[in-house]
């Protein structure tokens, strides 16, 4: 079973919402200053459910990222989880795309590693929350897709994939070649092992610039963008709470249900 | 060449009734296609949803576009953006919007990279540019921790809109609208999936989009045993039990009862926030909440910026007495 899992490094999405800033002139984030990076928590769900497959059946994985400031510690981390192999595009044209240049050039990388059986993306990545970038890659490639996945099984050139929707889940066969995106309810990624650790120090990962995936910088990244950012901008939060307190939580308790009450809550 | 005009809703459909975001998507279009002078149109899809065309025109819609096809049962992937594709490619919409449901979210992008690659995923506010009459479309991103909005000069523009973002219109009985039935034109060849069975959570007493009093447990519940304390709490103010995402990654509650970003999006009259911090992913699925209410042992988490009335304190000391403060108040 060959597999490619597309992986991107994002801001911490867990750091405090306090922390986080945009400049509004150039409608840019600032990444946190003390904050490292990760890989953005739903693709390291997808690098899980390629290794479960591999654990039950054998198998290679092949990671993909893009960006540029890759930070190393970040981006081998699934190199440390087990995967195989690590192929970065990384270059100034491949940044600041948005879901169009960015599937683009993901599909142009994976058309060029060519042999593959399943293609692991994760439902959205934690920075933009777009969610199109693995059905966008599939439709490039005229492949079918299956969002959204909690659990994911191969047999007889078919894989069987629970996908979650809003009340519980569904049970969705699909022919391979096919590009699957991956939610949490997959569980908790597995730890990387010292081992592991150790291995990936010594790979060095691949380094693809358009012209070895066959683009022209025109297609990807910023100048491939189909979207304009008009305005980013932070909501205002109101920020008024009435802390209601106690001798003793109890009390505080008894003053809240009551308050409740008064302000016509209840 | 033919311009693109109009605007066009896919609306979802279950047991012969319209969802209540494809009522929420109406009243959105109907503005957008009032501000720009153009006729706003419904889309069904499914296996036999021709009695739904009807409530569409009461909700708003000029026109109805049905396509019924025994392949359209189950949603899947191929099957649905072929006939999407179909639709839109015959009517010619400047404008298609969905929900960001678990069929817009699969659906919208995949169409939006066959018919001509751009979509707004998860909107809460759409509006039509006063000069350039094009889609301002803007959604949170990172977690909510910004907006942003878009727009781009291709058509149609595509766009997925959040539950409870937008308001319906009154449903009016006597509003007229053509109904027009388009073949689904479908190859069986092509459709590369198969649904092999469906799974529901089942999840007792009042829904949880549906309830006017949600309680949220986070973290801090710490076990499945307490979230039957917070139950006992939404039993007695007739509301719903959500969670955070810890608690479902752990098991306490089905996943079914994740609210945020990726779960269900609540807008209930009272949200009460139990040991959870207020995360901005979190607060993307209750933040319409009329009255936030937050209990939380550490004075700094942040769901007390979005809060109206809190209690610092350890949940397990202030919902016993909350809870019993509230029934003896109800009872009165
Ligand atoms: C792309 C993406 C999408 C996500 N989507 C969602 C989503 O849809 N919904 C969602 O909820 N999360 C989502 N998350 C996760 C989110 O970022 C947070 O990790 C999560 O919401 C935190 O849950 P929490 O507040 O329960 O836990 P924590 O942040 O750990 O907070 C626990 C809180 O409990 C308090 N506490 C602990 N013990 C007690 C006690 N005894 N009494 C009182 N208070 C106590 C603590 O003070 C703390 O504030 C998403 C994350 C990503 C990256």
Redesign the interface.
């Known amino acids: 079973m060959n597999m490619i899992v597309c992986v991107k490094q994002v ?1 911490d ?2 750091a ?3 922390s ?1 800033k ?1 400049d509004s002139a150039s ?1 840019k ?1 600032v990444p946190p200053p003390g904050v490292s990076p990760v890989i953005s928590p739903f693709d390291e769900q997808s690098v899980e459910a390629a290794l479960r497959i591999r654990d039950a059946q054998g198998g290679k994985i092949t990671v993909i990222s893009m960006g540029v400031n890759l930070l190393r510690d970040v981006v081998k981390k699934p190199l440390a989880m087990g995967a195989d192999e690590l192929i970065l595009l990384e270059d100034d044209a491949f940044t600041e795309g ?3 240049s960015t ?1 683009y050039a993901l599909a142009m990388a994976i058309k060029k590693i060519g042999d593959y059986d399943l293609i692991f993306c994760g ?2 990545a ?7 970038v ?3 890659i ?3 490639l005229g492949l ?5 996945a ?1 659990k994911v099984e191969t047999a007889d050139g078919k894989a ?1 994939v ?14 391979l070649p ?1 590009l699957i995106t991956v ?3 997959l ?2 990624p597995r730890y990387p092992t010292m081992k592991g650790i150790m291995a990936a120090k010594k790979k060095e990962p691949a380094i693809w610039k358009p012209a070895d995936i066959g683009v022209e910088p025109a297609q990807v990244g910023t100048a491939g963008r ?10 205002v ?9 106690g001798e ?14 008064e ?1 016509k ?2 | 060449m033919a311009e693109y005009k109009g605007v066009m809703v896919y609306c979802e459909a279950a047991e012969g009734r319209l969802l209540p975001i494809a009522t929420e998507l109406l009243g959105c279009g109907k503005k957008l296609a009032g501000d720009l002078g153009e006729e706003l149109c419904a889309v069904l899809l499914g296996a036999n949803v021709s009695s739904v065309a009807q409530e569409a025109i009461t909700f708003g819609a000029d026109k109805a576009y049905v396509v019924n096809d025994p392949q359209l049962g189950d949603y899947q992937t191929d099957s649905y953006v072929a006939a999407l594709e179909k639709v839109v490619k015959e009517v010619m919409p400047q404008i298609v919007l969905m929900g960001q449901t678990s069929v817009g979210r699969d659906l919208a992008p995949r169409l939006a990279f066959r018919l001509d690659p751009a979509a707004s995923m998860d909107c809460i506010d759409l509006a039509i540019d006063p000069e350039s009459k094009r889609l301002l479309q803007t959604r949170p991103v990172y977690g909510g921790n910004a907006q942003a909005t878009f727009t781009y000069d291709s058509d149609p523009q595509i766009a997925t809109v959040r539950a409870k973002a937008m308001s319906p219109l009154e449903a009016d009985p006597s509003r007229q609208g053509e109904v027009i039935t388009i073949d689904a034109g479908l190859d069986p060849q092509a459709i590369r999936t198969r649904v092999l069975e469906k799974v529901p959570e089942e999840v007792a007493g009042i829904k949880l989009e549906d309830a006017n009093a949600v309680i949220c447990g986070g973290r801090g519940i710490g076990t499945a045993e307490g979230f039957k304390e917070l139950e006992e709490l939404a039993r007695i103010l007739k509301g719903a039990v959500g969670a955070t995402r810890p608690p479902c990654d752990n098991g306490w509650v089905p996943d079914s009862a994740q609210v945020g970003l990726t779960g269900k999006i609540v807008a209930p009259d009272l949200y009460i926030g139990i040991a959870l911090s207020g995360s901005s992913q979190h607060m993307s699925g209750c933040s319409g909440s009329k009255n936030i209410i937050a209990i939380n042992k550490d004075p700094e988490a942040n769901i007390f910026k979005e809060a109206r009335y809190g209690v610092v304190g350890d949940w397990k000391k202030v919902v016993p007495a909350f809870r019993d403060k509230v029934k003896e108040l109800l009872t009165e």
């Open positions: 801001i999405p867990e405090p919402p306090a986080f945009i409608n984030v948005d879901s169009w599937a439902r959205q934690a920075d933009w929350d777009a969610g199109q693995g059905s966008g599939a439709e490039i079918p897709s299956v969002t959204v909690k069987k629970e996908r979650v929707t809003a009340d519980g889940y569904e049970v969705v066969e699909v022919s096919a939610s949490n309810e569980g908790e189909r979207t304009r950012i008009v305005k980013l901008f932070q909501p939060r109101e920020g008024k709470c009435e802390i209601i307190s003793t939580p109890e009390e505080a308790a008894v003053g809240l249900a009551t308050k409740l009450r302000a809550i209840l």
